[in-house]
Every structure is written in structure tokens, then in C-alpha cells.
């Protein structure tokens, strides 16, 4: 489906997942050494997740959740990735590792979201570990897989222009 039938549909700016999804790319390749983004899907406004997911809530002039989801293992890669790379990621192992990913993920975003006149903020993220974990938005998440060395990130965003 293309962009015009997605807003058709949903009546959201397809637009705004660009951002989420270009700056998922930059650290994730950061991360794991390669990533590549896959195309758009769409999840409704209500979706399950993998089995770690972080969650950012966004507010300003878009105001929204984005999650990136993926498997244990996925997450685990990741984590090993980062601590081999040591104190240059700037990214802690252990309890936090995935908290300071989130918060990186999400500060890249805001940036993106910068450069296109858009002013936004990232609470800080929520890590959630759990099958079938159910999140739940004001609007439909649209998707885009992000494949790296180190697994699949599904980036669900459900974000509103709230100019």
C-alpha cells in the first residue's frame, strides 16, 4: 500500500515514521554494524508486540507513542554488541543497556524531527519485557522493520501532527 492510500486510510501523515525510522537505521547500524529499513505496514491502533519492546511517548508538535519491538534474542545480540564496543557506544549493559538504546533512538528521532521544522520531545523509555504485551494508541501505528546483524526492530509509530 502507498503512501496516499495509508493516509486514505488512516488519516495520518505518512511523513512523520520517516524520521523514527531513518534515525532507527543510524543507531542501530551504530549498534550492530548494518541496518536496513523494510517497507510500511500498518498495525491499527491497538497491536501486539515482540517480547522486548521500548517505549517512547512523544510530545510537541507531534504527540504519540513509537515502540520498537523485538525478540529476546534480538535484544540479547544487541546488548552483546554494545558492551564489545564498550564505553565508545555510549550505551550501558546490563539493567539499563536498553533504557540508554531507547533514549538514543528517541534523541536521534527528535533531531530528525528538528531538521523538518518539527519541535518535539521524548519522555524517557520504557522498557517492557513480556509476550503478547498489548500496547494501545490515540491513533494507528504504522510499521517499518529495521533488519540488522543483530535481529529484526519492527518501529511502530502512532503519532499525531498536533500543530
Known amino acids: ?13 505518512v511523513e512523520f515514521v520517516e524520521p523514527f525510522v531513518r534515525s532507527a537505521e ?8 548494518q541496518a536496513a529499513a523494510g517497507p ?5 491502533r491497538e497491536f501486539t508486540a515482540n517480547a522486548t519492546s521500548i517505549a ?10 513509537v515502540v520498537y519491538s523485538m525478540s529476546c ?12 564496543a564498550g564505553a565508545t557506544s555510549g550505551i550501558a549493559r546490563g539493567h539499563n543497556g536498553l533504557g540508554r538504546l531507547g533514549a538514543r ?18 519522555a524517557e523509555p520504557i522498557v517492557v519485557r513480556g ?19 543483530c535481529g529484526d526492530v519492527a518501529v511502530n509509530v502512532a503519532v499525531s501532527d498536533d500543530r
Not at 131 to 149: K, M
Open 1 to 13: 500500500m502507498n503512501a496516499a492510500a495509508f493516509r486514505a486510510v488512516v488519516g495520518l501523515k
Open 26 to 33: 543510524m543507531v542501530l547500524a551504530e549498534v550492530c554494524g
Open 40 to 44: 510500511l505496514g500498518l498495525l491499527g
Open 56 to 65: 517512547v511517548c512523544i510530545e510537541g508538535h507531534l504527540a504519540g507513542e
Open 73 to 84: 534474542k534480538s535484544a540479547e545480540r544487541m546488548l552483546s554488541c554494545i558492551e564489545e
Open 105 to 122: 533512538l528517541a534523541d536521534r528521532a527528535v533531531a530528525e524531527l528538528r531538521r523538518f521544522g518539527l519541535e518535539c520531545r521524548a
Open 131 to 149: 509476550y503478547a504485551v498489548e500496547f494501545s494508541a490515540a491513533v494507528p501505528a504504522l510499521t517499518v522493520v529495521v533488519n540488522t546483524a
